[in-house]
């Protein structure tokens, strides 16, 4: 494992591009992060998607680099880190989590995490309580989508056979990363100011999702195979077991399984949350009332 200066690919957000090459398996991916500010170490996560890039962060880190030293990373498996044909799993994204925070960090920092994000998180806060200060969990989920539907583990297994496949796999994967589809996927439970879903944004989302074996770790989350968490007790059992202070930032729109979800996580002592627009894209749709959100939590002398 090691860490390297580039001069590509540009940054998403102004900030320096570095690549974090890490092993797995005998096979190195090359992992590539962003740093942008000064101060205290704070991690971006973004949310595990067929479009998930650092990209997503990319404003809220600017308004937090203001306070901190901000880094955001694309998950192997997305963004512009390797996208290699691997069997993507929670342990690859556990262990991935882990080494990173401990080979660039050197002191307990501050951990934004998105959506799926949310579980790697808690499961390596209490394994490792001096990993994170403070740890702030923007529109928390633990259940892919397919689950989420009603699909059974033999269903989703067949799902995410069928994509991994050679020719067919590539075909259903193009029909169901279409610039149609991801705009209505956006409108559907991800955005709710659908002005804001341009020609151009869609586009941005759609060239993501093109690049060349994109569709592993796409089709392990969409079916649920990297669901770290299986049960809403367990989720709520790791919150209660954390030494680090933590917030929940909630989507007033956020489908109403996961919003149910956050909310039993909001109503447990000690947690900290807020409600605001928006619903899973929070973050991405609605910066500037997250930034404004969770500063003062995160700027907080206890």
Not at 111 to 116: E, F, P, Q
Not at 125 to 149: C, D, E, H, Y
Not at 208 to 213: A, D, E, G, V
């Amino acid at each position: 494992m090691s860490t390297n200066l580039l001069t590509k690919p540009a940054g998403a957000f102004g900030g320096e591009v570095q690549e974090f090459l890490w092993n797995w398996e005998n096979q190195q991916l090359q992992v590539i992060y962003e740093t942008l500010g000064q101060g205290s170490p704070l991690l971006l996560l973004p949310a595990f998607s067929s479009v998930s890039t650092r990209g997503e962060m990319g404003e809220l880190a600017k308004l937090l680099a203001s306070h901190f030293q901000v880094t955001a990373l694309d998950w192997p498996g997305f963004g512009e880190s390797s996208r290699l044909k691997l069997d993507y799993n929670p342990a690859i994204y556990q262990q991935f989590l882990a080494d990173f925070v401990k080979s660039v960090f050197n002191i307990p920092i501050i951990v934004v995490a998105a959506g799926h994000a949310a579980g790697y998180v808690l499961q390596l806060a209490v394994k490792q309580p001096n990993a994170f200060s403070r740890i702030v969990l923007v529109a928390p989920t633990w259940r892919g989508p397919l689950p989420t539907m009603g699909a059974n583990a033999n269903i989703a297994a067949m799902v995410r056979g069928l994509v991994r496949s050679p020719i067919l796999g590539q075909a259903l994967y193009k029909l169901n990363t279409t610039p149609s589809f991801l705009s209505w996927m956006y409108s559907r439970h991800v955005f709710t100011d659908t002005a804001k879903l341009t020609p151009s944004f869609i586009t941005e989302k759609w060239q993501s999702t093109q690049q060349p074996n994109a569709r592993f770790a796409s089709a392990a989350f969409v079916t649920g195979n990297i669901d770290t968490i299986h049960s809403q007790t367990e989720f709520l059992s790791l919150v209660q077991s954390l030494s680090a202070p933590l917030m929940a930032v909630i989507g007033e729109f956020s489908p109403p399984k996961s919003r149910q979800e956050m909310d039993a996580l909001a109503a447990l002592p000690g947690v900290s949350s807020v409600v605001v627009p928006g619903s899973l894209g929070l973050h991405e749709e609605y910066p500037a009332v997250v930034f404004e959100a969770i500063l003062p939590f995160l700027t907080r002398v206890c």
